[in-house]
């Protein structure tokens, strides 16, 4: 198990950050894939502190060259991918009847393109390999809805279909795929939210608290882990109950 290598996107910050470092803490041999992170000064010095060496790999999922150059070196240098986390997403949030399609092509290319061309990039490795683990880190809010978010809700809702028809095609090679459905949690990306609309999203939380990255990475770590291996085509939810 100790040579596995898994490739993490988004791990510079927040959730992918910490999925890296439980998968290093699990043994793996993890390569962290942000748009600007090979030279980022602040997430070495956070995996020195942490004691963990991760690679460091620069990756634009908006780009298809972008991804088949950042996989291609990774694939080069450690020989495997075995893991796969899709966990890179922005937002980009707008009522519908007014949004701008560059916005939802953002989104859309970001969050759902990026995450299936990443997917192309480690297939053939895995099935010659007969042993593979996606992961891909969708939202309560492709399960449920949210207003002011269709192009995120959709390209999240996308993210399941996907995972499903790919868990049908990949199990006789051993792969398994599934997704983690984080509900809300302290990061980046909902520090931005207006504290009226915090307020209110804690008040439907059954556990009453927001979640942590921390939280997030121990379901993926489990999904990634061999003893997860009669799991597939499955979506764990990660959100304190918010829905069920
Ligand atoms: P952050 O905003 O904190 O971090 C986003 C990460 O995605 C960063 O590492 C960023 O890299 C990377 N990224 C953004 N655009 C690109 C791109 N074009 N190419 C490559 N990488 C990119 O997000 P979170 O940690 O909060 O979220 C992680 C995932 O979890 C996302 O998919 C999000 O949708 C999902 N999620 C989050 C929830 C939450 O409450 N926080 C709830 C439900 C789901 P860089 O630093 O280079 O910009």
């Not at 690679?55 to 999922?61: E, G, K, P, Q």
């Not at 986390?85 to 969050?111: E, F, P, S, Y």
């Not at 399941?160 to 090679?173: D, V, Y």
Request: hydrophobic residues 45%.
């Amino acid at each position: 198990m100790s040579n596995r290598v898994a490739l993490v996107t988004g791990a510079s910050r927040g959730i992918g950050r910490a999925i890296t470092l439980a998968l290093c803490r699990a043994g793996y041999d993890v390569a962290a894939a942000a748009t600007t992170i090979e030279n980022s000064p602040e997430f070495a010095e956070a995996m020195r502190a942490s004691g963990f060496s991760p690679t460091a790999i620069n990756l634009d999922l908006r780009s298809p060259e972008s991804i088949k150059e950042a996989f291609g070196r990774v694939l080069k240098s450690k020989g495997r991918i075995d893991v796969l986390v899709n966990n890179a997403g922005i937002t980009r949030d707008g009522l519908a009847v007014r949004m701008k399609q560059a916005d939802w092509d953002a989104v859309l290319r970001t969050n759902l393109d990026g995450a299936f061309l990443a997917i192309q990039q480690v297939l053939p490795g895995m099935m010659r390999n007969r042993w593979g683990r996606i992961i891909n880190i969708s939202s309560v809010v492709g399960q449920a809805g949210s207003a002011g978010q269709v192009n995120y809700a959709a390209s999240k809702a996308g993210l399941i279909g996907m995972s499903k028809s790919l868990a049908q095609e990949m199990g006789s090679r051993g792969i398994t795929v599934n997704v983690v459905a984080p509900g809300y949690i302290a990061t980046d990306m909902t520090k931005e939210l207006p504290e009226e609309r915090q307020q209110k999203i804690l008040a439907s939380i059954p556990l009453e608290r927001i979640g942590t990255p921390e939280e997030v990475a121990a379901a993926v770590a489990f999904l990634a882990s061999e003893e997860a291996g009669y799991i597939t085509g499955q979506v764990l939810a990660v959100n304190g109950g918010i829905y069920m």
